[in-house]
């Protein structure tokens, strides 16, 4: 998991600061976000928040890296294939009371598609995160490498370019995908 300091300089932990132990997102009927109490098949799971504050006339950027560890290679898969259809059926999403993800889109590419070298799986979404202050864009990219699926999420902010945070996002990813590969050699 990363910390805040792993995103990269000035990065502090939300309030909270991770999700409750036990527990993982789950989608429900009304495309609301809730933790549940971890099913059958997923060993554990975890997300931690963090943000960039604002300064110098730019808005704050607020991340979560997640990583979820499955007993079986189809259970991490059939997690990415639910993360794919889940956008399809709740275009529009609410992690939160006063929050909305909107437009979502999605894109599935496996290992050797479109030049994906770096995961058995992966997936990709994008659209707007609407709160108080306005919408800003939205990026959620998942990995899976093995039974272990890694996720991050950037959330854009006033004053920060998309190519500013798609390379974030993508950084987080790396470095996740890469703390699972050391993990699992050897294994």
Not at 14 to 26: E, K
Not at 63 to 71: F, L, N, R
Not at 91 to 113: C, H, K, N, V, Y
Request: net charge positive.
């Amino acid at each position: 998991m990363l910390a805040p300091s792993d995103w990269g300089r000035g990065f502090v932990a939300q309030d909270p600061a991770r999700s409750t132990p036990g527990t993982w997102a789950v989608l429900d009927g009304g495309c609301r976000w809730q933790r549940e109490k971890l099913p059958h098949g997923v060993l554990a799971s975890t997300s931690r928040y963090s943000r960039l504050p604002g300064r110098e006339g730019k808005g704050t950027v607020k991340v979560t890296a997640a990583a979820t560890t499955h007993s079986s290679v189809l259970g991490a898969d059939d997690q990415l294939g639910t993360t794919l259809e889940e956008v399809l059926r709740c275009p529009q999403q609410q992690p939160r009371t006063d929050e909305r993800i909107t437009g979502l889109m999605s894109l599935g590419t496996p290992f050797g598609a479109r030049e994906q070298q770096y995961a058995d799986d992966s997936v990709l979404e994008a659209g707007q995160y609407v709160e108080k202050g306005g919408a800003q864009s939205y990026r959620w990219m998942v990995a899976r490498l093995g039974t272990v699926v890694v996720a991050v999420s950037v959330t854009g902010a006033k004053g920060r370019t998309q190519p500013e945070l798609d390379q974030l996002g993508t950084n987080a990813l790396a470095q996740m995908l890469t703390r699972v590969q050391q993990r699992l050699k050897g294994k």
